[in-house]
T-cell receptor, first 111, second 114 residues
Framework: SQQGEEDPQALSIQEGENATMNCSYK?????LQWYRQNSGRGLVHLIL?????REKHSGRLRVTLDTSKKSSSLLITASRAADTASYFC???????????FGKGTRLHILP | EAQVTQNPRYLITVTGKKLTVTCSQN?????MSWYRQDPGLGLRQIYY???????DKGDVPEGYKVSRKEKRNFPLILESPSPNQTSLYFC?????????????FGPGTRLTVT
């Protein structure tokens, strides 16, 4: 069963605007990771946030984690055309060593 | 260069013909994993391995086998492929099972079973 569920499924915004994607999960986790995938290619790791962390930043990326609500958000500020991609959250479960991915958010940056 | 490699990148085969997709990493990572990606379903974990000679089932292991005889290699074996195994497959590795490390992904293998 899917652990992570991203929301929205698809998002189109103008270049320069901020993009926010959300991820919800069901069971207790060790960490949560966000990945980017350009069409049909391998996944690239963006940021990892541990279960005892609430917020992390990396360049134009900001990730928050709310373990009480079992949710995370990824904010991309000042979006660029190159940010057009699919974004996935993945949860590293602490009941076993599985890693569960969500179905992804397709982000399209309009020129 | 640190990387995960997969071969072949593209494969078209027929139902029932055994095949192996190889995966190799050069980062001395303990944890390796196989995923399949299907439209609308995201990535689903097939098998994972926490170290040499240790493998465990992911969410969708049926129809697949793996082995981990060496740390760097984690081949995916389809003994009798069927059309429902047509998919995009990714191998990934990370340093170990602890909570602090991200995964590195291979470029993917697009498999078509007719």
């Amino acid at each position: 069963s899917q652990q992570g569920e991203e929301d929205p499924q698809a998002l189109s915004i103008q270049e320069g605007e901020n993009a926010t994607m959300n991820c919800s999960y069901k069971t207790s986790i060790n960490n949560l990771q966000w990945y980017r995938q350009n069409s049909g290619r391998g996944l690239v790791h963006l940021i990892l946030i541990r279960s005892n962390e609430r917020e992390k930043h990396s360049g134009r990326l900001r990730v928050t984690l709310d373990t009480s609500k079992k949710s995370s958000s990824l904010l991309i500020t000042a979006s660029r055309a190159a940010d057009t991609a699919s974004y996935f959250c993945a949860t590293d479960l602490n009941r076993d060593d599985k890693i569960i991915f969500g179905k992804g958010t397709r982000l399209h940056i309009l020129p | 260069e640190a990387q995960v490699t997969q071969n072949p990148r593209y494969l078209i085969t027929v139902t029932g013909k055994k095949l192996t997709v190889t995966c190799s990493q050069n980062m001395n990572h303990e944890y390796m994993s196989w995923y399949r990606q299907d439209p609308g379903l995201g990535l689903r974990q097939i098998y994972y391995s926490m170290n040499v000679e240790v493998t465990d089932k992911g969410d969708v292991p049926e129809g697949y086998k793996v082995s981990r005889k060496e740390k760097r290699n984690f081949p995916l074996i389809l003994e009798s492929p069927s059309p429902n195994q047509t998919s995009l497959y990714f191998c990934a590795s990370k340093k170990d099972r602890t909570s602090s490390y991200e995964q590195y992904f291979g470029p993917g293998t697009r498999l078509t079973v007719t």
